[in-house]
Each structure stands twice: as C-alpha cells, then as structure tokens.
C-alpha cells in the first residue's frame, strides 16, 4: 500500500564505505527526487529525475550517485562516506506537468561512525 | 540561499486554539506549497497555491498569498494535538514542481 518506500529505514555504518539507498513508488509518477535534510531539519533538493533522465543535479559531491533502472526507481549509491554524510535522505515523486505535489517517503536515517 | 524562511521557528498552544505560521521567499514563484512532517515522518503535503491566487481553504487549514510582500501564511484553526508536527513552506519558481524548502516551524499542540 505504501506510495513511497525507502531502504533501509537505518544505516549504520564506518567512514569510508560505500553504501546504497533503495527508493520505489507505485503511484506510476514520472519524476522521482532525492533530498538531504540536516540536523537542524533544512531540507535540500539533490537530483531529481523524470523518465529515468536525470534533470536536475544540485552541488553534490560526484561521490553520490544516482541510479534509475526503471522510472518507478530510484536509487541512490554514496561511495567513500564520510562524517558529513550522516543525515536523513528523503526519497519523493511527483506527477509530470508542474503544479504537483510530492510524495515523501519516510526518509532513511544514515548515521556515519 | 534558501528561498522560504518560517515564522516563528516554534510554536507552542493548547487544543482549541489557532496557530498560525508565516513563510518568506525572496524571489518570484510560480507557486507555494506546505508540508507537514511528523517526528520521524516524511512530508506530507497539505495545500498548493498558486502565484495567481490569495487563499485557500482545505477543512481546517487556511493558507494565504501576498506576492508584493513575498509572504504567505499557514493558519489551523481548532487545533488538536495530533497537529503537533513541524510545518514547511516549498516554493516552485519553475513551475515544474522543483522545490525549495525553508527550515520550518516545530508546533506543538498541548491537550
């Protein structure tokens, strides 16, 4: 039932591994995002993808990689990770066309030891 | 920078009352939309308006646009506890749903 999902929901891990977030929608959307939202609750776009394209590309560092097997996906792969790292990354879609509300999913709270 | 800026960062009133909370931006928007985010929650959205419009109603939330003072407002009326959530304003200067979201206001709704 759930619109957007997210994998894992936590992520505990060392400096310097390289790690992936899963993200599915079934709400049959054509543009899926990704967000960071930091200690203090700032939320910032990351990428944002329609059609399996990427669109928009924030300044992230080339170390965060976005995947997109199938416009219903998009997954994210963050390679060397390190202390900065750590915050909540939300997973949303939303319909094509503009004037569209997001869908979130529950975020995935990645901790960086 | 950020384009949405909340007012007040936290509110805190009993059942019954109203809260309202207050969003700027700084450049033109094609529309504003605000969310809801409970604790350990993803957003959910809650109402969309566009640049053209000055308010919106959707059951107990009232939203308004001023866009000469790039200002908007988010008013619950009655509130319940199950309000208590951290609110953000989303501002689309595309119009192609690309959003930028201010840092929100923490409320909490006390029985």
């Keep these: ?113 | 920078s950020q384009q949405g800026e909340e007012d007040p960062q936290a509110l805190s009133i009993q059942e019954g009352e109203n809260a309202t909370m207050n969003c700027s931006y700084k450049t033109s928007i094609n529309n504003l939309q605000w969310y809801r985010q409970n604790s350990g929650r993803g957003l959910v959205h809650l109402i969309l308006i566009r640049s053209n419009e000055r308010e919106k109603h959707s059951g107990r939330l009232r939203v308004t646009l001023d866009t000469s003072k790039k200002s908007s407002s988010l008013l619950i009326t009655a509130s319940r506890a199950a309000d208590t959530a951290s609110y953000f304003c989303a501002t689309d200067t595309s119009g192609y749903s690309t959003l930028t979201f201010g840092k929100g206001t923490m409320l909490l709704v006390s029985p």
């Design chain 1, 1 to 113: 039932d759930t619109a957007v999902s997210q994998t894992p929901k936590y992520l505990v891990t060392q400096m310097g591994n390289d790690k992936s977030i899963k993200c599915e929608q079934n709400l049959g959307h054509d543009t899926m995002y990704w967000y960071k939202q930091d200690s203090k609750k700032f939320l910032k776009i990351m990428f944002s993808y329609n059609n399996k394209e990427l669109i928009i590309n924030e300044t992230v560092p080339n170390r965060f990689s976005p995947k997109s097997p199938d416009k219903a996906h998009l997954n994210l792969h963050i390679n060397s990770l390190e202390l900065g790292d750590s915050a909540v990354y939300f997973c949303a879609s939303s319909k094509d066309g503009g004037l569209q509300p997001q869908h979130f999913g529950d975020g995935t709270r990645l901790s960086i030891l």
